[in-house]
């Protein structure tokens, strides 16, 4: 590992994906009213004054250990973080090497939804809530800094953010037509009723599902979603360019931290994982 974050710390955070149930099983859950308990996003909150910024950084001279000591983090998280980039996909893990020292760590302690903002240059996050997350420990992290991954990838290219391809969200929808055409012709029922299934299909996998279940409801208006999604607002807000990214950031956590889940993403959505798999091998 050549390169890590520069870190500024000042606070908390909440995972952004609730789950909306814990009992997936449950026959008589209503899907037309999946949407009523999903997470709203909270305003990005702006940065305070000028933030000092520690180096976060694994250099030949001091392992990446003795960098993550110099945090204010606990002991149990600068774990699961050294452990989660010694496992790492080597494809990733190129990728976290190149872009390590432009990453930014705003907050580790953000007492709100965590987020990234190109505004601010950073991404904040609350390593108490992470911990404990139910995707795996270190998932938001990840997340989190994918977004950033994309958002400089991106600028690279010319782009808004590398997810900003067409390719990218095409591959999303070709995935979801896919997966809805195949209920369709096994089930002999019409695209409601399929819509229908593939939601019940997402509910009795919840953890594993959580980034094909965000991602299809970004794509239906969460008329195809199971225990994680994001609002219809939010979606509203940020169309087809906002669902790949919120893709590009899920795929990225689940190879680090849920190998479940990603097997789960895989076999749901292989078109979409090819290209990120493309993005990553250009890189």
Request: proline content about 3%.
């Amino acid at each position: 590992m050549n390169a890590f974050f520069s870190v500024t710390e000042t606070g908390r955070q909440i995972f952004p994906l609730r789950e909306l149930a814990r009992n997936a099983g449950n026959e008589n859950l209503n899907i037309s009213q999946l949407d009523r308990s999903v997470v709203r996003e909270m305003a990005a909150v702006q940065a305070q004054g000028n933030l000092e910024t520690k180096d976060f950084r694994s250099e030949a001279d001091k392992p990446l250990a003795g960098k993550l000591d110099s945090l204010n983090i606990s002991r149990e998280y600068r774990q699961v973080l050294e452990g989660r980039f010694r496992d790492m996909d080597l494809q990733l893990k190129k990728v976290y090497d190149r872009y390590g020292e432009r990453l930014v760590c705003l907050d580790t302690r953000y007492a709100g939804t965590p987020y990234f903002s190109c505004e601010e240059g950073g991404f904040r996050v609350d390593e108490a809530s992470d911990l404990g997350n139910p995707l795996g420990p270190g998932s938001t992290f990840f997340h989190e800094s994918a977004h950033m991954l994309d958002w400089l990838m991106g600028k690279e290219k010319g782009l808004e953010y590398i997810t900003s391809n067409p390719e990218f969200i095409n591959a999303l929808e070709a995935d979801l037509n896919s997966a809805l055409s195949g209920i369709m012709r096994s089930e002999g029922c019409t695209r409601e009723e399929a819509q229908e299934k593939l939601s019940m299909e997402l509910w009795a996998n919840p953890y594993d599902s959580s980034c094909v279940s965000d991602v299809f409801g970004g794509l239906t208006g969460n008329r195809v979603t199971g225990a994680w999604a994001h609002s219809r607002e939010y979606w509203a807000v940020r169309g087809r360019e906002g669902v790949a990214r919120e893709a590009f950031a899920e795929i990225t956590e689940q190879m680090a931290c849920n190998p479940e889940g990603l097997a789960y993403t895989t076999k749901m959505m292989p078109k979409t994982v090819e290209v990120y798999r493309r993005i990553l091998a250009e890189v």
